[in-house]
Each structure stands twice: as structure tokens, then as C-alpha cells.
């Protein structure tokens, strides 16, 4: 009874799988976004010389994809927050592609895992976008 009141409230989606997709998507973006705060010298060290405010940029990545993951739960914003998880997965993509072209400033990652990362960009993607996508609730 409790479990349907959550699910009613929070407008998950009928399937098992797009629900675990959601909660998935929400944990995720809220894990690496706090990593962002706690672990900067990483993202600093993948950010191309020629974007600037690089500490600055870090954080506020780092703060939308908390607020993204967060989002992703609240009914009212679900799709408008799938949508900027998109966005911000598309802005950081020349971090992924400058690994990707500079293996030797990462010569503790493997060059196929450089490039897995930038395939793997396109799979966030898809899942940011058809986890948020409106679907039919949780019936009673």
C-alpha cells in the first residue's frame, strides 16, 4: 500500500523496467555530481585547454547533474530535467573526445576505454532522454 502511494505520488511509469531506469538515471547523475565537488582534480585534469574557468565549469557541472539526477523524481519536472541532463551530456562531450585525442596525458586508462567513453556518451543520452519521457502512471 505504501509502495503504491510513493509510486502514485511521484507519477512512476507503469513499466518495471522504465521505473528502474528512473531511479537508475536519478542515483547516477547525483553520484557523479557530488564526485564533482569531492573529486575535482579528475575532472579538472579531462577539461581541454581551450575552454576557460575550468574549477568554475567543474562545479557547475558537477552542480546540474545533482540537480538533474534530483529532477528526474519530481513529477512536474521530469521531462524538463531529461531534457537539460541531454544538454549537459552534449556540453561535456569535448571533455570525452579531448581524452579520447590526448591518451598520453591518461596513461592509466586504456585507449579503447577513451573511446568506449565517447560511445558511451550517446547511451546517457538516450537513457536521460527515454527514462524522462512521459508514460502512462501506475494504475490503482
Known sequence: MM??????ALQLPASRIKTIALFGLAVFFINIGVDHFVNPD????IMPDY???HLEAVYISGFFEIVGGVCVLIPRLRSAAGWGLVALLIAVYPA????ALNPELFPEIALSLLYIRLL?????????????????????
Open 51 to 53: 575552454l576557460p574557468l
Open 96 to 99: 570525452n573526445i579531448y581524452m
Open 42 to 45: 579528475f575532472y579538472l585534469n
Open 120 to 140: 558511451f556518451q550517446f547511451i546517457f543520452i538516450y537513457w536521460a532522454y527515454s527514462a524522462t519521457r512521459p508514460s502512462e502512471p501506475i494504475s490503482e
Open 3 to 8: 509502495l503504491q502511494t510513493i509510486s502514485k
